[in-house]
C-alpha cells in the first residue's frame, strides 16, 4: 500500500494557518513556530501537534520536528517521511512558503541537523526579538524529541505557548472536514441508540447483574464494528474518541475522561455518553436515562433540556462565545429552575475536531471570541451534586444523582441555526425506559413491583427443576440397569509381558564372550552377567537403567518393573521378582554406551507396541471416493477445497512443517500435506463439525470431533483440525507501540484486516458449500451441520493445563484454539456441579457428570465468578441440570457408591444430594442417605487458596478421602456439618493431620515393597 499526502490540501491549509498567524492575537506574539512530536504512547491522548500533522498532511508523523518561521517551513525527519514532504514543495511555494527538508540518519537521534533548525530559528528575526511558539503542555518522548528540547533550551530563546493560534487556526473545518465529524456523529448516536440503550434496557428487564464496565467494553466494541448494528462506514477509518462512560447508582462525573467503573448497574438515574472517530474526527453524543423518575427529576429534566436547546441556538456565526452560556442559564432560570444553575459545570461546550476538546472555544460565561462559521462544538449541559430526598414514610437516605445532555454541533454560516450532528439520538426516553410500559420488567427498587407474579414465576421454575430432576435420575438408573446386563468391557489389545520369549533355547543368544553387560537389538533383549552366566531379560522387563560414576569406574543400575500391577506378578502370585541389579564396570564409556542403548531400545519397544495397540483398537473407515465429473447432469462436480492449511495434531517427524491442502470430496474430507502425507475424514465418522472465523484470535479453522478415533502419524486422536494463521505472530520490537496514524502501522493494519477478512470468507465459502452441497444433498441421513461458538456466551476457564475462552455451540461446549482441544457433546452430559461457588471467591468450578458413569467427571476449573449468571442461563436454556455448592467433592467415590446400588440410590433422591439448599433445611428426623458425600468428599472452603484453584485432583487429597472412610464410614451430611462446627468453634482443624497420614501410610507401602527383594 503506497502513501500519498493530497498536495492541494495541504497548500491551502498551510496558507490558512499562516494567514491565521498574521491576524490573530491567539499567537502570543510568536515569531516563529517550533512543533516536535514524539514516539506514540498506549493512552489515547489528543496533542496539538498531532493534530496538525493530521491537518496539515493526513498522517501524524512520529520522530519529526517542524520549525516554522515567516517565510519557511523546516522538517527533520526519517527517510521515508521526508521522501513523502518532498512533493509538497510546489504547494508550499504557491503558500510563499519555501519547504526545507532535513533527513535524518537511521537510528539516530537526528543532533546532527538540528543546528540547522536553530539556525533557521535565529535568523528569522533581529536580535533578541526571535520569540519561538512550543506547546510546553506537551512532553514528548523518544531521542529525538529529548535531544531537541534540550537544544531548544540551551539556545536561550524566548518560547511562547502557540498551542490557543493553532487551536484557533484549525478550528473552521472545510466540507470535507465537516462530513467527517457527520460521518463520527451519525457512528456515536447509532451506536448510542441502537446498541448501548438497548443493552441497558434488556438488563432492566431481565433484572440483571451488570457492571458498567462490561457494557462499555460492548459498546466499545459495536464502536470498532459498526456492521454489527448495521451501520456501513470504512472500518480502517473507525476508533474510539474515548472508552464508552456509564454510570449509575449515585457515582456521577460528566467529564470524557471520567471512564466507568465496576459497580453494578443500578436501577435509577443513568448517565451514557458516546465518543466515536471517523478518518481523525470526533463527535461525541451524551444522554441521561431514568428508571421511574419523580416529579422532582422530570422538571429538572426538562428544564436542562431547555436549556441545552438555549445552548445550542446561541450558536449562530458572529455570537460571542459567551452567549452559548448566558442562553442555558437563563432557560433555566425561565423555568424557574434558578437552583440548577450552581449544579452546572464552569462551561456548557467546547470546541471539537481533531482534537476532543479545544479549550480555546470552550463556552464559559466569560469567554472572549465569536462564533465562526465551520466550527464544531461538542455542547455538553450537566447538572451534578443533585439529591432526591427519600420519600415519606420509608427510611434511607436521600439520592444522589446527575443529568446530562451532549451533543456534536456544527455551525453554519450566513446566520442560519446551527446543525445537531447527533440529532439522530432522541433526547425523549422516558417512554422507553417507563417499567408501566415495558412488557414483564420488574425492578427490585420500585414500588410497582407485581409480587404475586414474580411467586407464580417462580414456582414454574420450581416445577421445570423438579421435572428435569426426574428425568436426570430415570436416566442414570436406565444407564446402570443398561450397563449390568451387559457383557464386560473387554481389556486393551497389546503384549502381555509373560508371553513374551526373549530367546527360544541358549543356543540362539548372541554374545560377544566376555562377562559384560550387552544388548541385543534384534531379539529386543539385554544381557547380564549372573553368577559367571550370561542371562538374558527382555527390554519390557526393565523399568529404568542408569548410570553412576565414582572416580575411574562406572555402575551400572537397572531397575526391573514388580508390584501389584505388573501383570505377571498376578500370573505367578507364589514367585519372587527381582527388583533391580547393580554392575560395576572399569570402562565407563562402555557403561555409558550400554545404557544409552537399554534406554534407546525400551522407548523404541515401548512407541512400537504402544503404536500397534492403538491400530488394533480402530475401527475400519470406509475408503475414500474421490470426486468425479458427472456428464449425465452436463456439468462438472467439482472438488471443494482450502488452500494453505495446517493441521494439528501434525504429523509426526522432524523438518519446517509444510502447509497442506483439504479438499472435500464425494464421501470425506482428505487433507494431503506439502510433504505428501494424507489424512482422509470420512463424512460418516464426523460427529461433530465446527467453523470458527478469526475475531481475537490469530487463527481461522474448521474442526472435527469424530465418532471413532483415527490415526494421524503415529498417534491416535477423536479431535482433527485444520486452520490458517490470519495475522504474522513474529512482530518487530520497537522502543513503543507505533501510532495509529504512522504510514507503516497504518499498512500493516490494512493489510492484516485485508487478510483476515479474506481467510475468513474462504472458509465461510467452503463451509457452506460443502454443507449445501454435500452433506445436505447427499448425507441429509447425518444431520451434519457446521457449528459456529457463540460468542457472547463464551468465558474463560482451564479445561487442560491453561487457561482458555471457551464457548458454547449448539450441541457442544469446545475450546479450538489450545491443544488439547475440548469437545463437551451436551447430549452426553446428565448433571452439571458449580462447585466452589461462595460471595467471597472470584473463581468457581464446573463437573459435568456424564450420563455414562463409567467415565471419569470432567471440569473445568477457575472460572470467574462474573460468569456465573451467564452460565446458568446457558445450561437453563439447553435443558442441563445443574447444582451448585461451596466444596469441591470427591466424585472418585460418589460414582463408585452410586453404581454398586442404582436403585437405592434413586430411591434415596438421585442427584437430590446436591441440592445443598433443600439438605440445608432437612431436619435430623429425615431419612439418612448413603450417598451424600463422606468427610473425604468434603473440603474446607476456608483456605484462601480456594479463590485461585481447586482442591481436588491430586493424589494427596485422594489417599486421604480413603484414610478417612476407613475411620468414619457412614457420616451424611448432617452429622459433618455438626463435626465441622465443632472443629470450626475449637480452631483445631485436621489439616495437617490428613496430610501426614497419606505419606505414612505411602511411606510404610515402600518399605513393605522394599523388603521383598529377590531372584529368579
Not at 469567554?367 to 465562526?372: D, E, L, N, S
Request: glycine letters at 8%; hydrophobic letters at 35%; one cysteine or more.
Amino acid at each position: 500500500m503506497s502513501y500519498s499526502i493530497d498536495a492541494a490540501v495541504f497548500g491551502k491549509r498551510l496558507q490558512l494557518l499562516y494567514d491565521d498567524w498574521k491576524t490573530s492575537p491567539s499567537w502570543n506574539g510568536a515569531t516563529a513556530l517550533a512543533i516536535v512530536t514524539g514516539q506514540p504512547t498506549e493512552e489515547i491522548r489528543y496533542y496539538t501537534s498531532s493534530s496538525l500533522h493530521l491537518w496539515l498532511l493526513g498522517y501524524e508523523f512520529t520522530d519529526t520536528i517542524l520549525v516554522l518561521t515567516k517565510t519557511e517551513l523546516h522538517a527533520l525527519a526519517g527517510s521515508k517521511k521526508t521522501d513523502l514532504l518532498g512533493p509538497l514543495a510546489p504547494a508550499a511555494e504557491a503558500a510563499g512558503v519555501k519547504l526545507v527538508l532535513h533527513t535524518k540518519p537511521r537510528k539516530e537521534d537526528g543532533a546532527a541537523q538540528m543546528q540547522s533548525l536553530l539556525d533557521a530559528l535565529k535568523g528569522s528575526g533581529e536580535v533578541g526579538t526571535v520569540t519561538v511558539g512550543t506547546l510546553p503542555k506537551e512532553k514528548p518522548t523518544g531521542a529525538t524529541a529529548e535531544a531537541w528540547l534540550a537544544r531548544l533550551l540551551q539556545a536561550d530563546l524566548a518560547t511562547v505557548d502557540a498551542s490557543a493560534g493553532l487551536a484557533h487556526a484549525m478550528a473552521v473545518k472545510d466540507e470535507d472536514e465537516v462530513k467527517n465529524v457527520k460521518k463520527a456523529a451519525f457512528l456515536a448516536s447509532g451506536v448510542l441508540t441502537q446498541f448501548m440503550v438497548k443493552e441497558i434496557e434488556g438488563v432492566i428487564d431481565n433484572e440483571e447483574k451488570v457492571r458498567h464496565s462490561k457494557i462499555a467494553e460492548k459498546t466499545e466494541d459495536t464502536i470498532l464494528n459498526p456492521s454489527k448494528i448495521n451501520i456501513k462506514l470504512k472500518a480502517d477509518a473507525i476508533d474510539v474518541a474515548y472508552p464508552p462512560i456509564l454510570q449509575s447508582g449515585g457515582t456521577y462525573d460528566p467529564k470524557l475522561s471520567a471512564g466507568s467503573n465496576d459497580d453494578t448497574l443500578s436501577y435509577d438515574v443513568i448517565l451514557c455518553q458516546v465518543g466515536a472517530r471517523y478518518a481523525s474526527y470526533c463527535a461525541t453524543v451524551g444522554r441521561t436515562l431514568f428508571v421511574n423518575p419523580t416529579p422532582r427529576q422530570e422538571a429538572e429534566y426538562a428544564a436542562l433540556r431547555a436549556a441545552h436547546a438555549a445552548a445550542i441556538a446561541a450558536l449562530v456565526e458572529g455570537a460571542p462565545l459567551s452567549a452559548a452560556h448566558a442562553a442555558a442559564v437563563a432557560a433555566l432560570d425561565e423555568r424557574g429552575q434558578g437552583a440548577l444553575v450552581e449544579a452546572l459545570g464552569k462551561n456548557v461546550g467546547t470546541g471539537i475536531g481533531l482534537d476532543l476538546r479545544d479549550g480555546s472555544c470552550a463556552l464559559t460565561a466569560t469567554a472572549a471570541g465569536q462564533v465562526r462559521a465551520g466550527t464544531t462544538f461538542h455542547v455538553a449541559v450537566a447538572a451534578t451534586g443533585l439529591r432526591q430526598p427519600a420519600p415519606d414514610g420509608e427510611e434511607g437516605a436521600e439520592q444522589t444523582y446527575a443529568i446530562l445532555l451532549a451533543d456534536t454541533v456544527v455551525v453554519r454560516g450566513g446566520g442560519q441555526s446551527p446543525e445537531v450532528a447527533t440529532i439522530a439520538a432522541s433526547k425523549d426516553w422516558e417512554e422507553p425506559l417507563d417499567p408501566q410500559d415495558l412488557a414483564g420488567r420488574r425492578s427490585q427498587r420500585t414500588e410497582q413491583v407485581d409480587f404475586r407474579l414474580r411467586d407464580e414465576e417462580r414456582r414454574r421454575q420450581q416445577e421445570n427443576q423438579e421435572a428435569l430432576l426426574d428425568r436426570v435420575n430415570q436416566a442414570t438408573l436406565n444407564m446402570l440397569t443398561k450397563q449390568g446386563d451387559g457383557a464386560g468391557g473387554g481389556g486393551r489389545a497389546g503384549r502381555k509381558v509373560s508371553d513374551i520369549v526373549a530367546y527360544a533355547s541358549a543356543a540362539e543368544m548372541a554374545t560377544n564372550g566376555t562377562l559384560t553387560v550387552q544388548t541385543d537389538t534384534r531379539k529386543e533383549c539385554i544381557l547380564v552377567p549372573i553368577y559367571g552366566v550370561m542371562v538374558p531379560f527382555h527390554v519390557l522387563t526393565v523399568k529404568n537403567a542408569t548410570l553412576n560414576q565414582d572416580g575411574d569406574h562406572a555402575f551400572i543400575r537397572v531397575t526391573f518393573n514388580y508390584g501389584g500391577a505388573y501383570e505377571p506378578t498376578a500370573k505367578f502370585p507364589g514367585a519372587a521378582f527381582l527388583k533391580e541389579l547393580t554392575f560395576r564396570s572399569s570402562d565407563p564409556r562402555h557403561a555409558a554406551k550400554v545404557v544409552q542403548e537399554i534406554k534407546t531400545m525400551r522407548s523404541m519397544v515401548l512407541q512400537r507396541d504402544k503404536e500397534h495397540a492403538e491400530r488394533a483398537t480402530l475401527v475400519a473407515q470406509e475408503r475414500l471416493i474421490r470426486g468425479k465429473v458427472r456428464v449425465s447432469v452436463g456439468m462438472r462436480a467439482r472438488v471443494y477445497s482450502l488452500p494453505d492449511l495446517w493441521m494439528r495434531p501434525a504429523f509426526g517427524g522432524k523438518g519446517r512443517k509444510a502447509a497442506g491442502e483439504l479438499q472435500a470430496h464425494a464421501n470425506g474430507f482428505r487433507y494431503t500435506s506439502g510433504r505428501g502425507e494424507e489424512v482422509d475424514v470420512m463424512y460418516r465418522n464426523i460427529k461433530h463439525a465446527f467453523f470458527q472465523p478469526a475475531q481475537n484470535e490469530m487463527i481461522t479453522l474448521v474442526h472435527f470431533h469424530l465418532i471413532h478415533p483415527i490415526m494421524v502419524g503415529k498417534k491416535k486422536t477423536m479431535d482433527v483440525q485444520f486452520y490458517t494463521e490470519v495475522m504474522d505472530s513474529v512482530q518487530t520490537l520497537e522502543a513503543g507501540r507505533r501510532s495509529a496514524h504512522d504510514p507503516d502501522e497504518i499498512e500493516d493494519e490494512q493489510r492484516e484486516r485485508e487478510r483476515r477478512n479474506q481467510i475468513n470468507h474462504q472458509f465461510s465459502q467452503f463451509v457452506k458449500r460443502v454443507q449445501t452441497n454435500i452433506w445436505e444433498r447427499e448425507f441429509p441421513d447425518l444431520n451434519l451441520e457446521f457449528e459456529v461458538p457463540f460468542r457472547e456466551l463464551g468465558f474463560d476457564g482451564v479445561p487442560a493445563r491453561t487457561t482458555c475462552f471457551i464457548m458454547p455451540t449448539v450441541n457442544c461446549l469446545v475450546e479450538l484454539t489450545e491443544m488439547p482441544f475440548t469437545v463437551i457433546t451436551l447430549a452426553e452430559v446428565n448433571v452439571v456441579n458449580l462447585e466452589r461457588v461462595g460471595f467471597n471467591l472470584r473463581n468457581f468450578d464446573l463437573v459435568i457428570i456424564w450420563k455414562d458413569l463409567d467415565r471419569d467427571v470432567g471440569r473445568i476449573d477457575a472460572i470467574q465468578s462474573k460468569a456465573l449468571d451467564t452460565i446458568k442461563d446457558w445450561l437453563t436454556s439447553v435443558d442441563i441440570k445443574y447444582y451448585e455448592s461451596k466444596v469441591n467433592l470427591n466424585w472418585k467415590n460418589i460414582l463408585k457408591s452410586i453404581k454398586e446400588d442404582p436403585e437405592g440410590f434413586i430411591h434415596s433422591g438421585g442427584w437430590s444430594f446436591l441440592d445443598t439448599s433443600q439438605t440445608d433445611s432437612e431436619e435430623e428426623a429425615e431419612e439418612e442417605s448413603e450417598f451424600s458425600p463422606t468427610e473425604g468428599e468434603e473440603e474446607s472452603d476456608d483456605d484462601d487458596s480456594s479463590e485461585d484453584e481447586s482442591l481436588v485432583d491430586s493424589d494427596e487429597d485422594e489417599e486421604g478421602s480413603d484414610f478417612d472412610e476407613e475411620e468414619e464410614e457412614g457420616m451424611d451430611w448432617d452429622e459433618l456439618e455438626k463435626e465441622a462446627a465443632r472443629e470450626d468453634k475449637a480452631h483445631h482443624h485436621s489439616e495437617d493431620e490428613d496430610d501426614e497420614r497419606p505419606r505414612k501410610r505411602k511411606g510404610e507401602g515402600g518399605a513393605a515393597a522394599g523388603s521383598k527383594r529377590g531372584r529368579h
